[in-house]
Structures are given as C-alpha cells and as structure tokens.
C-alpha cells in the first residue's frame, strides 16, 4: 500500500483531515515531488489546523499524533530511525516545483528548517517587518512628565479608607507600600510616614507623603506602560484582568492629546469580536467618567469601538478588504483590545493597512488563549518583556515617570515597546479568584489544591460526579431564571444585560459536559420548571442565540450573542442584539445566519467577555485541549463569583500542560 493510501486510509479513521490528504495529495503531484515531501506537507497542513504557523523539519515530528503502532503502520519501509531521517532530509531538500526559500511563487516554503505553507510564512514576514520598521523612539513634550503626573496621580482618598481599616503600624506601612506602590523601602523615611499615618489619615494629610515618599521609590506599572506608548510608535500593554489595560489607555490617550497640542489626532478603537468591542465601549466610558481633565479633552476621547474586520471594510464573500497596503486606513492612532484573540493572518492584514506614520498599540493578556486561527502573535511578541529595558529605553522611562527602571544587557528592540501590568486592582489579596487564577497561571499544582480546599466566599469547586452534574444543572436554572423571568416584559437592553450576568463556560464542545450536551440539558432543566413553555421547541421567548458566522449584510459577527423577545407590534419573535456603538438589533428568526443556543459556550467562545458569575465545567477524563491557558482564561471570566465543576486530576494534568505554537516570529525579531 503506498503512503497516499495510507494517507487515505487515516482520513477514513478519523485520525486526519480530508483537507491534509488533498493537500499531500496535490504537492505529490507537483514535478520531482516525492512521497515523502507530500508526507510531510500532510503533517504542516495537520498543525496548522492545531494553530502552528510552521514546523521544525530538523525534528522528527509526531506523525499526526498517532500511537507507536500506526506510525510504524505508515512508515514501514522506514523502521530504521536514522535511514526515516535521512529519508525525509532528502525530500525535503531536492529541487521540487512545489518549494521554495519564499524568493519563489510555491505552495510550501522552507526557510531555516522551518516548513511553511505558503501564505503564512507571507503573512509573518509581513508582521516581522512592520515590528521591525516600528521600534524607533518617538519624541515626547517636555510638559508630558508633569502631564502624567496630573493623569496618574496617588491615590490618597483610597489610601486613607484602606489606612483607617488598619489596627497596627505594622498593617498601616503596609498599605502604604501598596497604595503608592512602594518597591524600594530603603528610599523611604518611615519614621516620618509612620507619624503622619499614626494620627487622623484624611486625604489632605496624607498628601504630605508627597515628599516622604519620592517618586524614585516607587513603580506604578500603568504609568510605565503610558510612557512606554508615548515613546514609540508601537507598543503592547498587557496584563491580566483587573489590571487596569483600559484605564491606562484612556489615561494614555489623554496624554496624547495634549501632546498634540491642539492637532487632534484621528483615534480609532477596535477589538476581534463584536462582543469585545461591546464591552471596550462599556469599557472606555467607566473610565473616562473618572478621569480628570477638562470636559473639553475628554470630548476628544473617543467612546465607541468597532471590530477588525468593520474597520479593514470586509469585502463580503472575500477574505479581501477594503483597508490594505494600497489604500491604508485614515487614522493617527489605533487601539486594538483582546489582541490575544488576533491570529497571525488578521495581524498581518491589520498591519499592511497601517499608514506609516499611525501609532498602534495592542491590549490584551498574553497568558490567555491564543487565538482560535493559526498563531500566538501577541504570545510571541510579549516574550520579548522577559529581556528588559535597554539602557537607553529606561532612561527615557525615568524621565518620563520619575521611576528608578533597571536596564538590561540582553534587551532587544521589541523590549522597548512593551509592558506587562502586574497589580490587580479587580482581585484583592484574598480574592479567591485572583488566588485561583495566580496558583493556575504558575502551574502550581499544590498551592491549586490548597486554594480550593480553603473556604473562599467567591469561588467554589465540586469534583465532578453524578451528583455534582445534577446539581450543576439546579443551579443553572436558578442562575439563568431571572433572564428567563425579564424575557417576558422587559426590554431587549434589560434583558440583554441580566443574560449576561451569568454563564456556563465549558472546554468541550461535544458529550454530556460540552457545550452542545449541557444546552440540550439546560433547556430541558427550564421547560420542567415551566421557564420555557412546553409548546415551544426550537424558538421560545428568552432562547439566548450566538452567531457562529459573519453576516456583514447584517452587521453581526461571529460570536455575537442575542436573546430572543416577543416583539408586540409584529406580533412575532425577533432576536435582539447589542450592537458595539451600544444600541440594539432586532432580527428576525428565519434570517439570522448560522447559530447555536447559547445558555452554555465554550471557553474560546468566551474571551473578550466578562460574567459576574462564571460556571466552569470540565470533562471527566483529560483531553489536550484543556491547557494551563484554556483554564486560566475560563476562571478569568469572573468578576465577582466563580463556581467550577471538575475533577482533580483533569485540573492538574491541564495546568501543567502549556499551548505551545510553533512559528518563526521570535526568530525574526530577535538580534
């Protein structure tokens, strides 16, 4: 049976794509290719369905992860390691019309043992290049460090209610260390502190810490990540939830407006899905109602996001659109939120559409998911935080903030314009949930354990068990009862807003714990309690839907969730969806493109969002979909209460398992 067969024979089992046999099946057909190069375009065209731009030939790979014996099975004429290697070195290093350096037009390019399909490889030298032209340092006002001292001020009003809550001196240097971000003591004249928070701590006598604590001693992150804007044209702030991503833009973008000086620069703010820039929009309007400036700045601030493709003017039945390196797009400045969720091909369209001399800067949490399509840009290009500062960078950064930065030796250029946020101003020190999400994010299996063995009044967990499932399901009803109770007198806004006040969020999308399972189980659960009339079936007032396809006719986007509502005047159901400027869409059933119910969603289905009480349920045995990231970004979700329903040993094999995509960009940006 030759290797095509075989290839074929996969397919049938289930074990490859059809896609990956015709792709190995066309480039077996190309002048001097042999077998085993369409062998190894299966195994490219395989990963890439896994996320990963590229892999490494050097390596013998997995063979589309199959068990020892298939693989033998495939390769049989090659059972001698070294005579397969030798085998697969020579196909892939012969002369074939199919390959390439990329200097030619051919499907597969091979470029330091890193084997591409074509296109990606295209696509990554287009971001490769666009970060390489983009790290210069820009100029800044010499009015902006006392302009980001007015825009990032102490926060003495919140200090002293934490300090009045303190009983001991110990506790009271303690807050005062966390409220003014304190990480060099020594520089500290404690003696002093200590006296004036000894007596009546009212905000206009702390403000005499002004002097007792220098700049020099302290480190705000979020004012480093502005400074870090401003000097480049270019940059990434990062961070987990809580850490204030969104406030320091707005702050940032206050910033440079008046360094603009009365030249208002054309801002635009855009995030992957309709969902996220919804609440970007939610976002940005919290954070400008408590900025301080004049009314007349914040004007110039704008409040409504937009998503990627509404902004690159998607070609409708292309993947073309209308915003490309012939027609940029019209803008000074870009902000892009949930860049995390960005894959590699949106990116590269993102940033060949840039004009040269636009800022962009990319929001996001590098240790969420990465997106559902091919790449981790923003994973890739935020590895680049752990080289440091350059010595130039952080001087810049002091002169800017006033801080004390240290400088690195191993800097590279992409160092310089990035920032991780490390404070959550969302999750207190015992805050079960930022205690969860830490203890998952270190791969901490024991302090895990001892988390969710502690009683935390904000996050409960259930082994997973026949009891443990039914009860999930009661507690779902109660969860989702009001939505279904406002459904059927309030308005779409109102309703819309008590959905999402809850969630299930589940790993898999198949069987009894997966996404499809749990909303048959769910609507079942709700008919029984009379919440959903037993003579609807498929379409019943309060059925929430989410869009799982674009429809720019329409302007819904895949992942934009609507609930359904009886519309009085026509006499008719219509699902209600709101829109990123904020107001509401009615459509009608029958032209709503490709949905599912939507009471349970997968974790990938759920970042950008946020539910002030997250259900999270994972599958009885382990899969390699459920990763350290895939966890992390499920508990994440919660803002104020988080109740998860898993077993043990699923949640330590997960958090130990890292999402790992291979691609050249760390390479290409490196020195």
Known sequence: MDLLHKLAELVERGALRALDFQFAKYIAEQPNCSPQLALWAAELSYRVGQGHICIDVSQMPLWFDLNRADQAWLLDEYADLDVAKAAFAQAINQSCAALSDGSSATPLVLVEQRLYLARYWYDEQIVAGYLQRQTQTMATSPAMPSQLNQLFPRHYLALAEKLRQCTTAEEKRSAVQEGLDVVSPAKVDWTAVDAIVAGDCHQDALHQLEQLVPDNACLNWQKVAAAVALSRRFSVISGGPGTGKTTTVVRLLAALLLQADGDVPLIKLVAPTGKAAARLTESIGGALGALAVEPELKAQIPTEATTLHRLLGAVPNTVAFRHNASNPLHLDVLVVDEASMVDLPMMARLMEAMPPHARLILLGDKDQLASVEAGSVLGDICQFAEHGYSQAQAGVLSGLTGFSLPASEQSQPLSDCLCILQKSHRFHAKSGIGLVAGAVNQGNVVLLDRMLDASMADVAWSPLSTDAYADLL???VEAYRPTMLAAKSESPQAVLAQFNQVRLLCALREGDTGVEGMNQRIVKALRREGLISDKDELWYVGRPVMITRNDY??????GDIGITLYDVELQRLRVYFLLPDGTIKGVLPSRLPTHETAFAMTIH???????????????????????????YTGITRAKQRLSMVATQAVLHQGIVRRTFRLSGLRSLLSI
């Open 474 to 476: 009661r507690q779902l």
């Open 553 to 558: 006719a329409l302007g819904l986007s895949n």
């Open 605 to 631: 289905k759920s970042q950008g969002s946020e539910f002030h009480h997250t259900f999270m349920l994972l599958p009885e045995k382990n899969n390699p979909v459920i990763t350290r990231e895939l966890i």
